[in-house]
């Protein structure tokens, strides 16, 4: 399940190691491997840093959220019985929250279809794209969970196409990219220094209406979450997104913060991250393919996003949501 070799179009050009004889301009891309160059190699000050890019893909991994333990390992007791009490909250405690956000999706079901025809709403494919860091723990992952689960079951009801993903990483400090990057001999700038873990929650193929939301149960692994390298995880919703048929594209960004990744941001500038997703967003505005957006949860995402919403309360997650959607889908 490793992405070693990833030959679709890349979102971002730039600067990339060229192996012999330093940096040279082209466009990034993905190779099978690593990205290397010497360790003594010593870059002039008239040239730029170098782009964004993985050090290696090798131990990347996109799964369907049924299939985490084949990548995480079977849940200890411990883990398991604080899985079942998470579930049981999201299914019984959070009723009532629950059942307002179906009435208040109900009404804007009303209002969009008096805005859009039904030729419009199935030309349209939404993406809901979750950060599922270890910041997220707790309430508002429970609460990104409900929300995934209802908003999902809004869209299709309107005939609109939804898929539902997330992204973290498979390890903290850097996993098995930083192990191999010690043993080639910590060469400088490495890139990206971690493992990236992308989930299918919901794919766009999926299109049943209601599965009593079992498969969100796996988000709330307490052994899931942990960093969140948001610029690639951007780029791959993207290209899912793109091999869509649909006319009209919309991708929805939930996170609590900017990106972080200690293994890659010890190694590489402070920015580098955050200076990554800034140009992966700017690429899709300027491309005009893609509607970009995000809700922020405790966190205001206006720094990165063209459009977007805030919540002070994972509780009010749902809320905000839908009337982002409702606001993005009848525009124009």
Request: with cysteine.
């Amino acid at each position: 399940m490793g992405r070693d070799d990833l030959n679709s179009v890349p979102l971002c050009p730039g600067w990339v190691g060229n192996g012999r004889s330093g940096f040279e301009p082209r466009v990034w891309q993905r190779r099978q491997g690593c990205w290397h160059h010497h360790a003594n190699q010593v870059r002039p000050p008239y040239m730029p840093e170098p782009a964004y890019r993985p050090y290696t893909t090798k131990f990347d991994i996109e799964i369907d959220a049924d299939h985490l333990d084949n990548v995480l390992g079977p849940l200890t007791s411990a883990n398991a019985k604080a899985l079942d009490e998470a579930w049981d909250v999201v299914q019984t405690g959070l009723l009532s929250w629950r059942t307002q956000l179906h009435l208040l999706a109900a009404d804007t079901d009303a209002r969009v279809r008096s805005h859009l025809s039904k030729k419009q709403l199935t030309g349209t494919a939404v993406t809901l794209l979750l950060d599922q860091s270890g910041s997220m723990r707790g309430q508002k992952m429970l609460f990104s969970a409900a929300t995934a689960d209802i908003v999902h079951e809004f869209l299709l009801t309107l005939g609109v196409s939804c898929e539902v993903l997330g992204f973290t990483t498979s390890h903290w400090r850097g996993g098995r990219s930083r192990n191999r990057w010690k043993w080639r001999f910590r060469p400088h700038n490495p890139g990206r220094l971690n493992d990236l873990l992308h989930i299918i929650y919901r794919s766009f193929t999926d299109n049943r209406v209601s599965t009593g939301g079992w498969v969100y149960r796996q988000m709330l692994r307490h052994d899931l979450a942990k960093e969140n390298i948001d610029g690639e995880a951007i780029e791959w919703a993207a290209r899912r997104l793109l091999d869509h048929p649909a006319n009209r594209k919309i991708l929805i960004v939930l996170s609590d913060g900017a990106p972080v990744d200690d293994s890659t941001l010890s190694e590489n500038r402070p920015t580098y991250l955050t200076d990554h997703l800034q140009e992966v967003v700017g690429h899709i505005v300027s491309a005009a393919q893609i509607s970009i957006a995000s809700l922020g949860i405790s966190f205001r995402p206006h720094d990165f996003y063209p459009q977007s919403g805030y919540v002070e309360s994972p509780s009010d997650m749902g809320n905000a949501l839908i009337r982002l959607l409702e606001n993005i889908l009848t525009e124009g």
